[in-house]
């Protein structure tokens, strides 16, 4: 015997719910959805709209993620309609929110009451010009991105083209240094292409569903129309929130990305030891500023995000906040500070004494939040730089630069010269950089090879006085003028002026990179600069 459907409502919540059984007071799960009518159907509805509108498209369950499309009255989570606002959080609540997330809420409004004369209030005929001007921001920001998109490919064509010229003037054995240079290249304009696509399309997307809601909100009529635009109201304003931190946030990128390439002109000359064509280089910018008033000295970052500083006498741990966590006192002055291996640094003190001068280079290890001696190691004469690199200590001291062991035993003299202030290692170890100071001439930056052999020197007038160096964990080379005030971006080189970072650096005392940060910390005048780079 067949048995006949009975639809009768039900107290169960479902994701979807008819639309009309609804409006008959009916709780019946929606299986199909009509964009055009923003109806949500059941099996028995459906029917009677493909009746009446046999043109409609109506998807089905199989196509659900079409079924996301914009209806002002209805709940975007449960789909059921908005009925009351919630004046805690500020949000349009339909029943089923009410009871999942509201019922310790204090105020609940009932929308009908709220939008009661709203229609002639000043805040709903300020929303036309409102939404107005955020597409107008957001159309600026989309085809300023276009712009840079296009630019970005202009110079990814300009840098392959030099690439192909410059791989013509060399032998078949650079095949291979040819594709890694091409891919690196590749790998940089697909990632930064990627950003700007997103910046582009979030752009799109935000303006269409602004441009939607106030179609929609231009086009009610009914004896609805107060709720809904009511409604409608505070959805735009929600969207307009939204908006808001899309353009913030693009707003922060940088104006100008670039991308460089700069062939190895020595390419000949060292073919085998090579491993690249050449560097696609994202040029660094500084896009915000931090100011900590502390005496800097000197000053560098642990594994871990704490930093470690020298004061007059001694060592200073500080958090990542920059709040002061412990203190270790140290026999004399100190001048120079490096990381070493895990949580411990290398710290040269400076002993100023009736009848000798001499320095002591201390290792402390940073434990638990405390700061403990390890072990020491004296040289006789006033130590003015100290590098570390897998276990070996660059000690600049009198008129040279020397490579000591990790206990104090001298290894060799690697480089003379009397001007020397300061010096830093490459990631790789294969490159050490020094600068050169004289008050009489100007400042240079020597690049030396691990024999002390003089690989490069750079000079520029931006660079003025005694100058402090330091290398990022990728390679990335900054060095700044204590006279010039002044920040640079180098290449891996050490040949190539890639930036200015910063300027405006009153009297510089150290310099570090973060890694945790992305961010150069530079001691200046009691004052420490955090340079959040990009």
């Known amino acids: ?73 209805r709940c975007d989570q449960h789909s059921n309609k908005l ?58 920001l989309r085809n300023a991105r276009m712009k840079d998109q296009a630019s970005l490919k202009d110079s990814y064509k300009n840098i392959l083209a030099e690439i192909k010229s410059f791989r013509k003037e060399i032998t078949t054995m650079l095949d291979q240094l040819e594709k890694k240079a091409v891919e690196q290249l590749e790998s940089k304009v697909k990632d930064m292409d990627k950003s700007m696509n997103d910046d582009i399309e979030a752009c799109a997307q935000m303006h269409d569903q602004l441009k939607t809601m106030m179609e929609k909100v231009q086009r009610l009529t009914g004896k609805q129309k107060e709720t809904n635009s009511y409604i409608g109201y505070k959805r735009c304003q929600g969207q307009l929130t939204k908006a808001q931190s ?10 100008e990305e670039r991308i460089l390439f700069y062939p190895n002109t020595k390419i000949k000359t060292f073919l085998q030891g090579l491993d690249n064509l050449g560097n696609t280089v994202h040029v660094y910018n500084c896009i915000s500023k931090k100011y900590i008033s502390m005496d800097p000295y000197i000053i560098c970052e642990m594994p871990d995000g704490h930093i470690v500083k020298t ?51 201390h290792f402390i290890k940073v434990t638990r939040g405390k700061l403990q ?68 001439t100007s400042l240079s ?35 700044c003028g204590s006279m010039s005030n002044t920040m640079l971006h180098l290449d891996r080189e050490g040949t190539q002026k890639l930036a200015t970072v910063a300027d405006g650096l009153k009297l510089p005392e150290s310099v570090c990179f973060s890694e945790q940060t992305s961010s150069l910390i530079v001691g200046c005048d009691h004052m420490i600069h955090v340079l959040k780079l990009c």
């Open 445 to 479: 930056l020597v690049t030396l090879d691990q024999s002390g052999q003089v690989l490069s020197t750079f000079e520029d007038p931006e660079l003025c006085g005694p100058c402090l160096v330091c290398v990022s964990p990728n390679g990335h080379v900054f060095v």
């Open 83 to 140: 009925e009351v606002h919630c004046d805690d959080h500020q949000e349009l609540c339909c029943s089923v929110c009410v009871a999942l997330n509201h019922r310790q809420c204090s105020s609940i409004s009932h929308l009908p009451d709220l939008a009661q004369g709203f229609i002639e209030t000043v805040e709903f005929k300020l929303l036309p010009a409102a939404v107005k001007k955020i597409k107008h921001v957001l159309d600026g």
């Open 373 to 440: 001696k390890v072990r020491k190691f004296t040289i006789d004469q006033r130590c003015t730089s100290i590098a570390h690199h897998q276990g070996r200590l660059y000690l600049s001291y009198g008129t040279a630069l020397y490579q000591y062991t990790m206990y104090g035993e001298l290894v060799k003299k690697i480089y003379e010269n009397q001007e020397i202030f300061k010096c830093a290692v490459s990631p790789d170890g294969e490159r050490i950089y020094v600068t050169l100071h004289s008050f009489a």
């Open 246 to 255: 899309v353009i913030h946030e693009i707003e922060a990128r940088p104006k």
């Open 1 to 73: 015997m067949a048995t006949a459907s009975v639809y009768i409502a039900s107290d169960q919540v479902y994701d979807y719910c008819c639309s009309k059984c609804d409006e008959h007071g009916k709780n019946i799960e929606a299986q199909h959805f009509c964009p055009e009518c923003e109806h949500y159907l059941c099996d028995k509805c459906v029917r009677l709209h493909k009746g009446y509108h046999r043109q409609h498209t109506v998807y089905g369950r199989g196509d659900i993620q079409k079924w996301a499309g914009f209806s002002m009255d």
């Open 311 to 361: 004061d007059f006498t001694g060592l200073m741990l500080l958090n990542s906040q920059y709040k002061k966590i412990a203190h270790c006192n140290l026999p004399g002055y100190s001048y120079n500070l490096c990381h070493t291996i895990g949580n411990e640094v290398c710290v040269a003190v400076f002993i100023d004494g009736f009848f000798t001068n001499y320095s002591e280079i």
